[in-house]
């Protein structure tokens, strides 16, 4: 990303809303808003594999390996407004399991990005299959959108859930409860 570029177009945003991007209260702010940028976008930069970072450990778990509660921070696409949560991660192991903090930074990766929820949940869902080779992989999200809390309908309770089963959590009932138990338990 182009730090200079973005901190110009900021104070001409700023010009352009009305403002005075000269005076006290503004005058870094463009500075600081392309900082923002960067970091909130980040996940455009990151390479999936060095995510991952070879923790990925030979294991005879066959067993359901859940996180709950991953917080999640994102810009939805269509109004650049933040939507915020939790993600749940569940997956059932073959021969490999991924270290528990590499689920967390999987799901950072895709929410560094502007995104849908929807979207957001099938890439986690995705990548958590292919990194692990899961037998199946369940991913929940449940979050709050700016853009319809702040704006539009003004909903400010609003909660939107997002769900993405994959391998035996979307082919196996009994493996589908399983998981939405224990996250709801």
Excluded at 58 to 84: G, K, Q, T, W
Excluded at 102 to 119: G, N, S, V
Aim: aromatic share 6%; charged share 25%; with cysteine.
């Amino acid at each position: 990303m182009n730090e200079a570029k973005v901190t110009a177009l900021v104070s001409e945003l700023l010009r352009e809303i009305g403002e005075d991007p000269e005076r006290e209260g503004l005058i870094k702010t463009p500075e600081r808003v392309a900082k923002a940028l960067e970091f909130l976008t980040q996940g455009y930069r990151l390479n999936p594999q060095e995510i991952i970072n070879n923790a990925v450990f030979e294991a005879s778990a066959s067993n359901m390996i859940i996180v709950r509660d991953i917080e999640i921070y994102s810009l939805c696409e269509h109004h650049m407004l933040p939507f915020f949560g939790h993600c749940h991660i569940g997956y059932i192991a073959k021969d490999k399991v991924l270290g528990v903090s590499k689920l967390a930074r999987i799901a950072d990766l895709f929410a560094r990005r502007l995104q849908i929820q929807e979207r957001l949940t099938a890439q986690i869902a995705q990548m958590v299959m292919d990194e692990a080779g899961a037998e199946g992989v369940g991913v929940v999200m449940e979050c709050r959108h700016l853009c319809m809390m702040m704006r539009g309908v003004e909903k400010q309770n609003s909660v939107m859930a997002t769900s993405s089963v994959l391998g035996s959590f979307r082919d196996e009932p009994e493996t589908r409860a399983e998981f939405m138990t224990l996250l709801n338990r």
